[in-house]
């Protein structure tokens, strides 16, 4: 669907190579196919929040050995703002985030045939000030018992949770000192304030 919307507005002036690799495997096989002029990586979304901060520049210093002198990064960031407003972004009225980190349980019993009662978990999201980001938990409403074959018994008492997420945020400034350490330099951003949204491109 998405390669015919891309056709029907850019014809064969966007040539579309599907490439079954990882990130880095992904821009090592471009950098080789690719190597003359140069290209644009995007890391878009704000993914990067997922690293934590030292996985965060090792991911990205294994992006710029991958890319070809000249090749720009655009990548996006949340930015860091008031703890109310990111609390009521991922405790969303419409149970988006909640449903999201249920269907991790969802999936262990699908895929190991365990027994999580998922209507015995509830959803917490809290911002983490000494970590500098969100965290979101699934915590137990009472003591139970999970079995999950091939794996072993896990028991949960009441309050118990499971991490399941963390969110980091970032400021221009811790932006600019990833960048740099992850051999990057930030050559212009743009700020969406409405939601805090951060996207950067450099070299």
């Known amino acids: ?38 290209n644009v990586a995007l890391f878009l979304g704000s993914s990067i929040g997922n690293f934590p ?16 002198r000249g090749d720009k990064l655009l990548i996006g960031f949340d930015l860091l703002k008031d703890p109310e407003i990111m609390r009521r ?13 249920y269907n991790l349980l969802r999936r262990i019993n699908n895929e190991f ?4 009662d998922l209507g015995s978990f509830y959803h917490v999201a809290n911002f983490n000030v000494a970590l500098g980001g969100m965290e979101s ?10 079995v999950i074959p091939g ?3 896990f028991e ?17 400034k811790s932006i600019s000192e990833l960048a740099a350490r992850s ?3 930030v050559l212009t951003s743009t700020t969406r304030n409405t939601f805090g949204s951060q996207s950067k491109h450099g070299r």
């Open 1 to 38: 669907m998405l390669l015919h919307r891309v056709h029907r507005r850019f014809g064969d002036r966007v040539r579309v190579h599907g490439v079954v690799a990882d990130n880095l495997q992904g821009l090592s096989w471009i950098r080789e196919n690719y190597a003359a002029g140069s």
């Open 113 to 116: 045939n365990a027994n999580f």
């Open 156 to 172: 949960f008492n009441s309050f118990e949770g499971i991490h399941t997420e963390y969110s980091f945020k970032y400021t221009e």
């Open 137 to 146: 938990w699934l915590i137990s409403s009472k003591d139970q018992t999970v």
């Open 151 to 153: 794996c072993g018994t």
């Open 53 to 68: 901060t030292e996985a965060a520049r090792s991911f990205l210093a294994g992006v710029q050995k991958s890319l070809n």
């Open 89 to 101: 972004a991922y405790s969303d009225r419409l149970g988006v985030t909640a449903q999201f980190n």
């Open 183 to 185: 051999g990057f330099k």
